[in-house]
Nanobody
Framework: VQLQAFGGGLVEAGNSLRLSCTTS????????VGWFRQAPGKERDFVAA????????FYADSVQGRFTISRDNAKNTVYLQMNSLKPEDTAVYYC????????????????WGQGTLVTVSS
C-alpha cells in the first residue's frame, strides 16, 4: 500500500486546511488510518486516527475540537480537516495505514505516505 498525502500549505493562524491521504491500493478501504505530524527538531506525534469503517475516530488532546478525520472509501481517501489552525500546528503531516484497529502508536502502522508540510503563520 503506497500512500500519498497532500493538501499542505502556508496559512495564517485561525484559518483552515484539509489534508488528503489516498492510494491506488484496493485494500485501503479495509485499513485503519492515522495522521501524525513532526515539527522541526521534534519527534513524530499522533494527531488523529480512524477505523476502516469510519465508525471509530480519536484525536490527540492538542487538536480535539479543531481537527476532524473522515474517510470516503469509495474514493480510497482519508481526510484531515484542520480548523482554527495555530502556529504550533506547523509540521510535516504524515498519513499511515494498518490492517488492524486504529492506534495512537506510530509503530503499529506498516504503510506511510511521504508527508505534506503545513505552515501556520502568526
Amino acid at each position: 500500500v503506497q500512500l500519498q498525502a497532500f493538501g499542505g500549505g502556508l496559512v495564517e493562524a485561525g484559518n483552515s486546511l484539509r489534508l488528503s491521504c489516498t492510494t491506488s491500493g484496493r485494500f485501503f478501504r479495509t485499513y485503519a488510518v492515522g495522521w501524525f505530524r513532526q515539527a522541526p527538531g521534534k519527534e513524530r506525534d499522533f494527531v488523529a486516527a480512524i477505523s476502516w469503517s469510519g465508525g471509530t475516530t480519536f484525536y490527540a488532546d492538542s487538536v480535539q475540537g479543531r481537527f476532524t478525520i473522515s474517510r470516503d472509501n469509495a474514493k480510497n481517501t482519508v481526510y484531515l480537516q484542520m480548523n482554527s489552525l495555530k502556529p504550533e500546528d506547523t509540521a510535516v503531516y504524515y498519513c499511515a495505514a494498518d490492517g488492524g484497529t486504529p492506534s495512537q502508536s506510530a509503530q503499529k502502522y506498516d504503510h506511510w505516505g511521504q508527508g505534506t508540510l503545513v505552515t501556520v503563520s502568526s
